[in-house]
């Protein structure tokens, strides 16, 4: 039995306003050169922090996020994760690989059923997801694991719809996922006879990957693709590839256009029909839930889906623990319990999270556990600012200046506690590859930071300002070997639309203190070390099992 009480901190009473929490997704400490959109903005605020706050650098990605190795980057989801829980949880693609190394993800009784269903019908068994090793939403070798045991089990016919990356992996680099891929395919058909193919694909931010209902039109357009067979034919991926890419300068692999395998006569090779089986092989949840209800749900006002195939559709992972979707799902999510948000819920201590659409669910939905709605609605509010449907870079911005709105009328009326708050702007710019546009965004935020500052003070509050991970700090690819950036054939720097594996930045504001001091004694922080210094700000002992909070009282 869990005990949910908060035990008052011995030394530090907590100060006596409210603690808020910025999170600036996407901005990590990058090498201060060129191709660091974060040292090149102009960041009054933020250098202002720096000679005024508790400063230091956190780890957002690797094991201390829960994932596999310190050579995985961070992302949004595993960071909020980490700041709600206060605590590091295996993660997404940990979990898949441990489940695919050990044989469970193939011995348990959804799996099955997907391989009778399509021994029954005849039917081939269709893979849907992010073709790339980024192993944010998904990893490549998962797919391959998975082939292989349907050639290993029988399976006939299969058929794969490729999502492209461009986003957590080097933006033009969809060609060399396809290419293994197809390797993969041809040596199963060769060795085994099978008619293993891939079907249909898109760039992941045009087609399919969704979040939030922030724009159902591409989860329509894929499901057009995917689903119906629908769209501009090619004889190949790799063909379509290059001819998109040739038709469509500059174009990177998250935007290139949809597509469609076809046969010798043009018809599609992979239409979803009844006694079909859907395999959605992403992990992460937020981009795959709208295409989940697409399959699921039998009434969707969203859009016209036509006839329903009657299909065995099952996720990687369940993707959202309150709305159990979806109902089917391969390998168990992690259950990550007694979240920062529950416990202050549990007390009566009041809360406020805001964003923009973007990255709502990452102050609500991650924050507190992959967990749906509200724990408390009379301690507890959340406001949504809706996103712009235009591409980031045309406006880098963003709703900083709304989210920020918002947030000064909850703190200033007065009996707010704790508060969090998400600029996207680092990250969801930062993925688009414009250096230019980054800057700006940076300098929305830092704009941001510079009107609540002073309401904090005049409150009596704290400000913890830091980020999930780095993406705008490192805008260039580099050469791992000599550390310069990468250029193509022409000398044009490569952009790079991936996050990055830097720490990031974290201020710890409290206006009059004199008491507070870093811990110097702790090895390693990372941002699961939030939830406790947070904790210990509104004069609280961290829950058992917590990471240690960042600050010790001196007194």
Not at 86 to 109: C, L, N, P
Not at 315 to 331: F, I, Q, S
Not at 480 to 490: C, E, H, L, T, Y
């Amino acid at each position: 039995m869990t005990d949910w009480q908060l035990k008052k901190h011995p030394t530090f009473p907590g100060v006596k306003g409210p603690v808020l929490i910025v999170v600036m997704d996407g901005v990590g400490c990058g090498a201060s050169n060129e191709g660091d959109a974060v040292w090149l903005a102009r960041t009054p605020t933020l250098d202002r922090l720096a000679g005024i706050s508790l400063t230091t650098r956190l780890a957002a990605h690797g094991t201390a996020v829960g994932l596999p190795s310190d050579d995985d980057m961070g992302n949004s989801e595993v960071g909020h994760n980490a700041f709600g829980a206060g605590r590091v949880f295996d993660q997404g693609a940990k979990r898949v690989q441990m489940a695919i190394d050990s044989g469970e993800i193939f011995e348990g009784e959804e799996w099955k059923k997907l391989v009778r269903r399509v021994q029954e019908s005849g039917e081939p068994m269709h893979f849907i997801g992010l073709l790339s090793d980024g192993n944010v939403h998904s990893h490549i070798e998962h797919l391959f694991a998975m082939l292989r045991r349907c050639n290993e089990e029988g399976v006939q016919h299969v058929r794969v719809h490729i999502l492209l990356d461009g986003r957590d992996v080097p933006e033009t680099s969809a060609l060399q996922y396809v290419e293994a891929l197809e390797k993969v395919l041809h040596d199963l058909n060769e060795q085994a006879g099978r008619d293993y193919r891939i079907a249909s694909g898109g760039g992941r931010m045009f087609i399919t990957m969704d979040r939030y209902g922030a724009d159902w039109s591409m989860v329509e357009r894929g499901w057009k693709y995917h689903v119906l067979g629908e769209g501009r034919g090619f004889s190949s991926a790799t063909e379509a590839v290059q001819t998109l890419r040739d038709e469509n300068p500059g174009m990177i692999d998250q935007d290139l256009l949809g597509f469609v395998v076809v046969d010798g006569e043009g018809n599609p090779v992979g239409p979803i029909r009844d006694g079909a089986a859907v395999v959605l092989y992403n992990f992460r949840g937020d981009r795959a839930l709208e295409l989940t209800r697409a399959f699921t749900e039998p009434e969707l006002g969203e859009f016209d889906r036509g006839p329903i195939p009657d299909v065995e559709f099952v996720g990687m992972m369940e993707y959202d623990g309150d709305l159990k979707l979806p109902r089917h799902y391969l390998v168990q999510p992690p259950n990550i319990d007694r979240t920062m948000g529950e416990y202050l819920a549990r007390n009566q201590i009041t809360q406020f999270a805001c964003s923009e659409t973007q990255k709502f669910g990452h102050v609500t939905y991650f924050w507190n556990g992959n967990r749906s709605g509200m724990f408390d609605e009379v301690y507890e509010e959340y406001v949504e600012i809706p996103s712009d449907v235009v591409p980031f870079e045309q406006r880098p911005w963003m709703k900083a200046a709304e989210i920020t709105d918002v947030t000064l009328v909850a703190l200033q009326r007065g009996g707010l506690r704790h508060g969090r708050i998400n600029y996207a702007n680092g990250d969801m710019v930062g993925h688009t590859g414009n250096l230019d546009a980054s800057v700006i965004a940076v300098e929305a935020v830092d704009l941001s930071l510079a009107r609540i500052i002073p309401v904090i003070e005049k409150l009596d509050g704290a400000l913890i300002v830091t980020a999930d991970h780095g993406n705008c700090d490192e805008m260039f690819e580099l050469d791992k070997k000599s550390g310069d950036f990468q250029r193509d054939a022409v000398g044009k720097l490569r952009n790079k639309t991936s996050h990055t594996l830097n720490a990031v930045p974290c201020y710890v504001y409290v206006p009059g203190n004199d008491t507070l001091r870093l811990d110097a004694d702790l090895q390693n922080p990372g941002i699961a070390n939030i939830s406790a210094t947070t904790f210990q700000l509104l004069g609280y002992n961290r829950p058992e099992g917590y990471e240690p909070s960042l600050l010790i009282d001196q007194r």
